[in-house]
């Protein structure tokens, strides 16, 4: 790709940060000892990963032990609500939420699959803002329930739960609490030491260090039941030797989310609202979709009425511009995303969304590059479209 990249799509997977890179660079030439074997050369590769444990550790306000590296954010989910039904193999009821990312909805809409078992599954709705109901919620917790699994902040909307309090209320009941914070860690300030949260899992890839690479959280005293089986690495919590480069990357990015994390509030807050006001007041029918305060400060999710988001993606390709309309893993097909559905978007507004994701290292110069390029884009596909005209 030559010309200019104007990249705003950090929550489908972000760049590698240069001081990452740096980072793990030894790790992929000179130190490659297994980190299990006896002699100091590989006792320096030991160290470097615990190094990275505590990086990733004093980022979630969470001890050293209570972390484990996985290969990615799915591997955290699918272990840690795995782990609760292995655990608990007499209780058959799972609480979950109709926004989930794919890693939680299709594990839990599978999860007799995997285990041999009938299981009831409560899937929260949202309101058209997409926030939960603490009422059904309460409601839906009982003796019967393995795990309560809430994603922290929406890949998609941005949207932010309210992790804290759900976390208590499943606590109270003694039931097991996961989280899925892929999205919510680097973004929102996060101290695991003082809340409920039993499992919570992360990603590299979304934090500016490398694919493949995942953390999951379990808190101490938490009951636990590993996913990979084998060795006894990460203290017999997952078996496989280490990815060593990948999990030196995620400590040194977990640092640098630590220092930008003000950042994220100030910096990428401002240009997430310039870019969305914007482009709300030079387009005509766009529209928020999301609670516009209860909200990761990167994310903008708009709905072009009456186009087709994937002419628009096509469109803003030409110019260099990165984003996604529904999610990544959805798009391909033509149904609109299960979370603007479970918000009751309509069809015609569903169907032209388009998610921006922001990050530390975008600027104002791009955003105004964007508020440029993407007007003209919306006018001239309406043109074309014979329901636009019905629609004024
Ligand atoms: C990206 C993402 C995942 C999956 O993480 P991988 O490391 O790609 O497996 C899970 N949950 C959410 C909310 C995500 O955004």
Same mark, same amino acid.
């Given at each position: 790709m030559s010309g200019r990249l104007v990249y705003l799509d950090n929550n489908a997977t972000t760049p590698i940060a240069p001081e990452v890179r740096e980072a793990m660079m030894p790790y992929l030439t000179n130190l490659y000892g297994n980190p299990s074997s006896m002699y100091s050369f590989a006792g320096e590769v030991a160290d470097g990963l615990k190094k990275a444990q505590a990086s990733v550790a004093a980022l979630l306000g969470a001890t050293p032990e209570e972390i484990t590296f996985t290969s990615c954010g799915t591997e955290s989910d699918s272990t840690a609500i795995l782990s609760a039904v292995r655990t608990f193999p007499e209780k058959r009821h799972i609480i979950t939420t109709r926004v989930e990312h794919p890693a939680v909805k299709n594990l839990c809409e599978n999860i007799s699959l995997f285990t041999g078992h009938k299981y009831r599954l409560t899937q929260l709705k949202v309101d058209e803002k997409g926030m939960l109901d603490l009422a059904e919620y309460e409601a839906a917790l009982s003796d019967d329930t393995a795990i309560a699994s809430i994603m922290w !902040? &929406? &890949?998609?909307?941005g949207v932010i739960f309210p992790i804290a309090e759900m976390a208590k209320m499943a606590k109270k009941r003694g039931i097991l609490f996961h989280t899925d914070a892929v999205q919510a860690v680097g973004k929102i300030p996060i101290d695991? !030491?003082?809340?409920?949260?039993d499992f919570l899992s992360s990603s590299g890839h979304k934090l500016h260090a490398p694919k493949g690479v995942g953390v999951l959280y379990v808190k101490k005293r938490t009951p636990f039941t590993p996913f990979l089986i084998g060795g006894h690495q990460e203290r017999g919590r997952r078996g496989g030797t280490e990815n060593v480069a990948s999990i030196i990357a995620l400590g040194k990015a977990s640092e640098l989310a630590a220092t930008h994390i003000g950042q994220e509030n100030s910096h990428v807050r401002a240009l997430r609202d310039r870019l969305e006001q914007g482009l709300l007041a030079r387009i005509p029918k766009a529209i928020l979709n999301g609670d516009k305060d209860n909200r990761l400060p990167n994310t903008s999710n708009i709905s072009f009425e009456y186009v087709e988001g994937e002419s628009i993606l096509l469109h803003m390709n030409r110019q260099g511009i990165c984003a996604s309309s529904g999610s990544a893993c959805t798009s391909g097909s033509l149904e609109p995303s299960h979370v603007l559905r479970a918000m009751g978007v309509p069809f015609t507004a569903a169907h032209g969304s388009i998610r921006f994701s922001l990050s530390v290292y975008n600027t104002q110069e791009e955003i105004d590059f964007v508020l440029e390029a993407l007007p003209p884009i919306i006018a001239s596909l309406r043109k074309l479209s014979p329901f636009w005209k019905e629609g004024l």
């Open positions: !902040a &929406n &890949n998609e909307t695991l !030491a003082s809340l409920d949260i």
